[in-house]
């Protein structure tokens, strides 16, 4: 069952609409931006993957080097010495793990929409050995008048959640790492609950345990505790490999509706909801049985990694969620439900 409504424009946003951050390099794929409204348009904090040009019988890949002209180092190896790959993401050197992109965050706005302009340089690289193989995935959300970036950091110590704040999109505050190693797909609620600031988050979970969505609570947003598992795979289902949380969830007169992605055993990336108690919102009062939307269109089945759409940002507008997603990691795309219609799929 796909209720979405996708916006006719579709893809809104190509690699071949971003420049390279630096000359020399390429834009392999665009991913799901965080989403906030700002200045009196939407504004798409993106995430831009970048690489070198390849060379025949050789990966070459990039780091994050503070040292470095532009921040960003190249790094190239020979296939024949040491080099396998586990999919087109990530390859090894002698048991050392690298991406073969390297991500940054990005910014486009628009006064409709749909048609948007991009910023000609990074709005946010990695910086230090934390984020030494870039910043993803971040979810943007807006608490009093201070926005704040939660997003992945990514090196060879693992991956873990960062925050940064801004008032005015020109100066950034760095909180430092939230959440260690392995844990990603971080939404803040929007408000206070019971007096504490609230957190989905998704650990890893290897061997026992999975990758399943957990709620968090903090006093000040920096420092998080009382982590309470929320929502487990499902087997069999499309969401039995791994579930993870959306953008921040969203006040309702039911409760906190939240948009989440699932994977199935193949790596298709659908979306489904669930509903939380508005006063306690470790209680689970709802889910989706079926996706909410999957990929269906050509340019959500084929690209970087196919068969995908992934969402963290979305903006509100009385019973309507504009989404912007991504799709089949390649493309950024648009689409809109809406909540009432979302609330009746939930048993």
Request: charged share 20%.
């Amino acid at each position: 069952m796909d209720i979405a409504h996708r916006f006719p424009e579709n893809p809104l946003l190509t690699p071949s609409d971003i420049p390279p951050s630096q000359p020399g390099l390429e834009v392999a794929c665009l991913l799901n931006p965080g989403v906030f409204e700002w200045d009196g348009k939407t504004w798409l904090l993106m995430r831009v993957a970048e690489r070198p040009p390849q060379r025949d019988g050789f990966v070459s890949t990039l780091v994050c080097d503070d040292a470095a002209p532009g921040g960003v180092s190249a790094l190239e190896f020979s296939l024949d010495a040491g080099v396998t790959y586990t999919d087109p993401r990530m390859f090894s050197h002698h048991e050392q793990a690298y991406l073969t992109t390297l991500s940054h965050l990005r910014l486009a706005s628009s006064e409709d929409g749909r048609r948007f302009t991009v910023e000609p340089q990074p709005c946010l690289i990695g910086q230090g050995p934390l984020e030494r193989f870039g910043v993803e995935d971040c979810r943007v959300s807006r608490i009093g008048d201070t926005y704040h970036l939660t997003y992945t950091a990514v090196s060879e110590w693992g991956v873990c959640v960062a925050l940064q704040t801004t008032d005015d999109w020109t100066t950034f505050h760095r909180r430092g790492i939230i959440l260690p190693p392995p844990n990603k797909d971080t939404a803040l609620f929007e408000e206070k609950v019971n007096g504490l600031y609230h957190a989905l988050h998704r650990p890893e979970g290897r061997g026992l345990g999975g990758p399943f969505i957990w709620l968090a609570s903090s006093p000040d947003l920096v420092h998080w505790g009382r982590h309470t598992p929320l929502l487990r795979t499902r087997p069999g289902e499309w969401d039995e490999s791994r579930v993870g949380a959306g953008a921040a969830p969203i006040r309702t007169d039911a409760g906190w509706l939240a948009i989440y992605h699932g994977a199935d055993r193949d790596s298709r990336y659908c979306l489904g909801a669930l509903l939380l108690d508005l006063d306690d919102p470790s209680r689970v009062l709802a889910r989706s049985r079926e996706p909410i939307m999957e990929p269906k269109e050509e340019y959500e089945q084929r690209g970087f990694f196919g068969n995908v759409v992934f969402t963290n940002g979305h903006t509100v507008d009385g019973d309507t969620v504009t989404l912007y997603y991504g799709a089949s990691d390649t493309v950024i795309c648009g689409a809109t439900f809406s909540i009432s219609e979302i609330l009746t799929t939930l048993n």
